[in-house]
């Protein structure tokens, strides 16, 4: 009789050997294609395909691409163009007509205070007006007198001066009013605050019934108007970097709400300051705001160097996108491919990508890296 240990291994031989004539059995009146068969290797970024033929490959393309320096920032607000809003009368607000983040209107009422400024302006107004009338006709009978000989030129130029003076003492009350925003034909002891510029209101710094005024107030700016046409994206650059960026230099903008919309603004200012914990400068690009980029909005910008830069372009169908990495396959002989760990950039048109590092111009991939892959899973 046959020991235990000698039939398992009788068996496990006669297994062994179906297996192995099945796998490399193809009958030609079937009509099926031969299915591609993978070895693996020690090597886990290599495999052996029987038909390499089955996956066509592609020679790299090329692309000269200014050399790009990618910095993060936020939007900020062109303090060139933010008017504050001031109440030259000392009082107490009465009426609030705008609030925060409201778009106003060059000219537009804003607020209203009670006080006790135009009271006292207004009586100065009229004080001077009499002073005038006075010194006018004590100058034109004075100037009589002169012509008949009863008065001396001292006397006649006394009266002329007196009436110069009151003249500039009514100039300098009506231009009083005029300052406090007092119309002199209508008083009122109510002074309307208008909106100097157009924008919109990025600080407030009063409510009904507070002081306002550049005395009584602890603020003497009311309200603080922006105009957002234009914005500035101020970002952090590394001190190794500083030498890459230059006045004028072009930049490309994204922001994290609107990842498909780019806008180009142009380097403003480049900081004098580094900040001694990061090593750090700010830069400050100048944008012209398309209307969807609000203050605070994080933002990447994209600089362009004068320089280019020669890289890689390959279909996109052949990059696979494997654990947050990018790989290709490119021939090994003998029937191996080879997977290159890259580094992806930019879409280009027709389906195409730029690769920023990985592989050289003119290196063949494999134009179809989904089909070598599920292969290689499939066996």
């Known amino acids: 009789m046959m020991k235990l240990p000698c039939l398992k291994a009788a068996w496990c031989a006669a297994a062994l050997l179906f297996l192995t004539g099945c796998g490399k059995k ?128 001292a006397m006649y130029e006394q009266a002329d001066d007196a009436e110069k003076n009151a003249k500039a003492d009514l100039t300098m009350a009506d231009q009083q009013l005029k300052i406090l925003g007092l119309d002199k034909n209508h008083p009122s002891p109510v002074v309307s605050v208008y909106a100097p510029t157009s924008g919109v209101i990025v600080s407030q710094n009063i409510t009904n019934a507070a002081a306002a005024g550049v005395a009584l107030s602890g603020s003497a700016t009311a309200f603080t108007i922006a105009d957002l046409s234009s914005v500035w994206i101020v970002c952090d650059v590394y001190e190794n970097d500083l030498p890459k960026v230059h006045l004028g230099q072009e930049a490309q903008i994204k922001v994290s709400a609107y990842p498909d919309k780019m806008i180009v603004g142009r380097v403003s200012d480049i900081g004098p300051v580094m900040d001694p914990t990061i090593r750090t400068a700010k830069v400050r690009i100048q944008v012209a705001n398309p209307g969807f980029l609000k203050l605070g909005m994080f933002a990447t910008a994209s600089l362009l160097s004068r320089t280019t830069t020669t890289r890689a372009v390959v279909p996109a169908s052949a990059i696979l996108h494997l654990h947050d990495r990018e790989w290709v396959f490119v021939p090994g002989g003998q029937g191996q491919f080879k997977r290159l760990e890259v580094q992806g950039g930019d879409m280009l048109d027709g389906g195409q990508q730029e690769i920023l590092s990985g592989i050289s111009p003119g290196q063949r991939v494999v134009k179809d890296v989904l089909n070598l892959q599920s292969t290689v899973e499939a066996q």
């Open 26 to 153: 193809f009958d030609p009146a079937s009509g099926a294609a031969p299915t591609s068969q993978v070895v693996e290797t020690g090597n886990a970024g290599l495999v052996t395909v029987d038909n390499p033929d089955q996956f066509p490959t592609v020679a790299a393309g090329k692309i000269d691409k200014p050399e790009k320096l990618d910095a993060t920032g936020s939007v900020l607000p062109d303090i060139s163009r933010e008017v504050p809003v001031i109440s030259l009368a000392n009082g107490r607000v009465v009426d609030i007509k705008v609030r925060l983040d409201d778009n106003v209107k060059k000219g537009q009422l804003l607020f209203s205070v009670e006080s006790p400024d135009i009271s006292g302006a207004f009586n100065a107004y009229l004080k001077a007006v009499n002073d005038e009338q006075l010194a006018n006709a004590g100058w034109i009978r004075a100037q009589d007198l002169y012509q008949h000989g009863a008065i001396s030129k």
